[in-house]
Nanobody, 124 residues
Framework: QVQLVESGGGLVQAGDSLRLSCAASGRTFSSYAMGWFRQVPGKEREFVATITWSGSNTYYADSVKGRFTISRDNAKNTVYLQMNSLKPEDTAVYYC?????????????????WGQGTQVTVSS
């Protein structure tokens, strides 16, 4: 498994942007598919975005499509989530996740490594 550490969360106003980062340990990062999920207290964790090991394919939840962009830098063992035009309903704890594989994955139980999460709060 790979160790993941998220950063970049914070308090912003509606319409602002944030970029989350997820740094991974290990020399095999480039073989992992990565995903971003989010969770609000009292609700289930939900899928946000995913990217294949090479970065050539991505997939997004409908709620963030066109506003969020997932990307990765395998030389830096880091995956990013650029979040633009933020809305109050984007407020959540954001988690990155990893699993080995050549595809991308949208299901929570597809991933076996998780970060500790970073809080994003969007005020109206």
């Amino acid at each position: 498994q790979v160790q993941l550490v998220e950063s970049g969360g914070g308090l912003v106003q509606a319409g602002d942007s944030l970029r989350l980062s997820c740094a991974a340990s290990g020399r095999t990062f480039s073989s992992y598919a990565m995903g971003w999920f989010r969770q609000v207290p009292g609700k289930e964790r939900e899928f946000v975005a995913t990217i294949t090991w090479s970065g050539s394919n991505t997939y997004y939840a409908d709620s963030v499509k066109g506003r969020f962009t997932i990307s990765r830098d395998n030389a830096k063992n880091t995956v990013y989530l650029q979040m633009n035009s933020l809305k109050p309903e984007d407020t959540a704890v954001y988690y990155c996740a990893a699993r080995s594989g050549r595809s991308y994955y949208t299901k929570i139980n597809a991933y076996n490594s998780w970060g500790q999460g970073t809080q994003v709060t969007v005020s109206s």
